[in-house]
């Protein structure tokens, strides 16, 4: 007989086949009783809820009782019956429970109290057995449907780009070089320098920052599509919203200007937070009350106006602020932090790069808002961005999420191609490498538009998690890679 005939728990709670015979398995979270009545709380993933298993010790033996601690994977048959304790409509009467694995109640490191959650990012191999944990990984795996399911229905194609590639695209320079070289022994050309023509690609390779070049491509051809995959930076930033490698979503579209672009952007924003909010109650609903709970240690003044949830409608139920890079510097220049010199970074000119504490000001502070901000200095830009008619600003569009900060980041594209080569030369980009790039302004080219999101800044939004860690099943930062 096949061995996975289950039922899930959420099925059960849906149904509630009162008096049907089932047979659940999942991990124990807590066991309590006396010795005439255990009462095990289950959990197999399939929903935040643990259901109720009542072992009575007549019918399942004192021996296997023991063994039922928590963090044991159980099978258990019984009856559904209606509950006879408050918190749960229905019960599971065990009839039979077998032991899958057992966890050792001296050894099994998470037993059933608050655990914090750095400590629990120290074993991440176990931690999605935790409530929060499996919460949000429910939610990224629906926010990560919505976001195909929004690009699919909107009729837009889903390209994977290569995660191994001879550019670094944005010219940053903060790459993981990707070699089969004997590190040790590296073959040198008649320079001394190492000869990457005898490196497997025939040239020298790194993983990908962005697949929005080949991206663009793409675009040239299908006019609608996006990618949804991983990028990795070797940026030595250790903030709760960088991570080395993380999942990116950059949609790219022909006939797009930018305003076409930032509509675009906004319209799925809204979209996969609304998906969550229709598809995750239960969990956002558990998650609110954990944040609501670490708010209570915090000082008034620091406590958030809305909970999670409202602030997830807010956001989906109101237009995102639009201003330009140069109103927004005004806003900075006159704003009260600014004079009072609480900025870290001052802002006193036009030109500033704007910084973490600046974007967040604006959101949070000045408009209370999710912010589109355009139209920046061409010289803090990438040199793709479409030049605007002052010569001085390009077509660059960030988007700006209130507790994140920057989520997206976009522009519409410089199609013409001697304002693009000229704009390579000034900043020092090599032609010769980006034939192909170049080949889309030659033949066939078009005003055209795209943008990145984040998945894990979206992520940490939709689920309040304030380190961008604590929503990546194993995150990849400076010093660690261990799971
Ligand atoms: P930041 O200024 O926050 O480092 P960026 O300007 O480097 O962002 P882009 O190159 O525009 O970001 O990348 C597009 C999007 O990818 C960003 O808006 C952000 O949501 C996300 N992103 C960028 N770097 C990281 C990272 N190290 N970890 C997680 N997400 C990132
Ligand atoms: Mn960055």
Redesign the pocket.
Known sequence: MAFNKRIKIKNILEQAPIDSEVTLMGWVRTKRGNKNVSFIALNDGSTITNYQIVADPTVISEEILKKCSTGACLKVTGKVVASQGSGQSSELNAESIEVLGEADPEKYPLQPKKHSLEFLREIAHLRMRTSTFSAVFRIRHALAFAVNKYFNDKGFFYIHTPIITASDA?GAGETFKVTTLDLMNPPKNTEGKIDFKQDFFERETNLT??GQLEGELAAMALAEIYTFGP?F?A?N?NTT????E?W?IEPEMAFYDAEDNADLAEDFLKYVINYALENCQDDLQFLENRLTEEEKNKPADQRSEMSLIEKLKFVSENDFVRITYTEAIDILRNSNPNKKKKFQYLIDSWGADLQ?EHERFLVEKHFKKPVILTDYPKDIKSFYMRQNEDGKTVAAM?ILFPGI?????GSQREERLDVLTKRMEEMNIPQEEMWWYLDTRRFGATPHAGF???F??MVQFVTGMGN?RDVIAFPRTPGNAEF
């Open positions: 944005e920052v962005s990028t930076r940026e930033s919203r960088h991570l080395a993380f990116m973490s960030d900060g920057e989520i997206v980041g990145g999101l984040g894990e800044r961008i």
